[in-house]
């Protein structure tokens, strides 16, 4: 008999979120374990519980993703996973916190694509501003895009004060300068708005974070408007879910609504998860992985 293919799902929260419960079947994998509370402490023993009863064939059919809300503590489980192993025992692994790796970097490849296609420039040297940035999905759209060559500023509607840490923390943790700006009241976002050719919004479901007012007020330097909230109203006024470069009126700007970033990150998630659990060679994917990936479907 041939080993099932098996899916370890690792979280810090009470549940593991069924929508990647899903994803991974739906990616081939034939028994599917969540464990719930688990912390980047109790990771290398859940790991290693993992990898010693299946033998080195077995191992290629065993697999760990890594979910929760915490991008930062995500990445540290991830890298407590890989430290844990001991080789020949080791088996692939994947981290999508909250779904924000394979958002972001679906949200990111479609800008970059739209810069390209609608005004023949890339994300190198353009000034980003992510609305609702200081959330999981913000967090890493942000560190992609610095890696990218961007100037980025996180936003956040607490203020400056809290974008401001946030920046620091993400800037620390993963090795790219971004900055915080406040979008704490309509003065202060169109100001940070003013000097924008990007802005990304990633606020919680169903919060508009930019006003047909607002982004009139943004003029004609914008150059994307992308958001990832599909849940009404749109978070930027006026950019419809399914838009996909679609004119944004009153700017310059081309448009991208949730469902045509959706409709990558799922295609991102869906081939991650087959990749590694087709994979000979044992896999590590991150945020990078995800990005690379996105790019490629984007273009292709
Ligand atoms: N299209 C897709 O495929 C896809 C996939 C996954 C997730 N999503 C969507 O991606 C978005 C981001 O997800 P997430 O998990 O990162 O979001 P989140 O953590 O729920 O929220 C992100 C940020 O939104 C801001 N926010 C919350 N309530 C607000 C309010 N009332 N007014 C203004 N800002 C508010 C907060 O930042 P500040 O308070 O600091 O401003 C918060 O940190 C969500 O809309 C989610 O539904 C889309």
Redesign the pocket.
């Known amino acids: 008999m041939d080993r099932p293919y098996i899916l370890h799902m690792l979280t810090p929260g009470p549940w593991m979120s069924p929508f990647d419960v899903n994803m991974a079947a739906d990616a081939g994998y034939q028994v599917i374990v969540p464990y719930c509370g688990v912390d980047v402490a109790a990771t290398p023993n859940l790991t290693q519980d993992a990898i010693f009863s299946r033998g080195p064939k077995g191992v290629s059919r065993t697999g760990l993703f890594i979910g929760g809300r915490d991008v930062t503590q995500a990445v540290d489980m991830l890298d407590a996973a890989r430290k844990a192993m001991v080789p020949p025992f080791v088996v692939s692994v994947m981290a999508d916190p909250?779904?924000?790796f394979t958002?972001a970097a679906?949200m990111l490849a479609c800008v970059r694509g739209q810069l390209r296609k609608a005004h023949g420039t890339d994300l190198d040297g353009r000034r980003v501003l992510v609305l609702?940035g200081?959330?999981?999905?913000?967090r890493i759209v942000a560190v992609l895009a610095a890696r990218a060559g961007a100037q980025v500023r996180i936003a956040?509607?607490?203020g400056q004060q809290?974008a401001n840490e946030t920046a620091r923390a993400v800037s620390e943790r993963f090795g790219a300068a971004v900055a915080g700006a406040s979008?704490a009241d309509a003065a202060a976002l169109r100001e940070a708005l003013a000097d924008t050719d990007v802005v990304l919004a990633?606020?919680?479901?169903g919060?508009q974070?930019l006003s047909a007012e607002d982004l009139a007020a943004a003029g004609q330097k914008l150059l994307v408007a992308a958001d990832?909230?599909?849940?009404p109203p749109e978070?930027i006024a006026g950019v419809g879910v399914m838009d996909d470069g679609k004119p944004v009126a009153g700017t310059q700007a081309v448009g991208i609504g949730?469902?045509a970033?959706?409709n990558v990150?799922y295609q991102v998630q869906h081939q991650l998860l087959q990749r590694m659990r087709n994979a000979e060679k044992p896999l590590a994917l991150s945020f990078d992985d995800a990005f690379a990936l996105a790019c490629e479907l984007r273009a292709g």
Do not use: I, R
């Open positions: 909250s779904g924000a958002t679906a609702g200081t959330g999981p999905v913000g956040s509607h607490k809290v979008s990633t606020a919680a479901a919060v974070v990832v909230n599909a849940v978070g949730a469902l970033v959706g990150k």
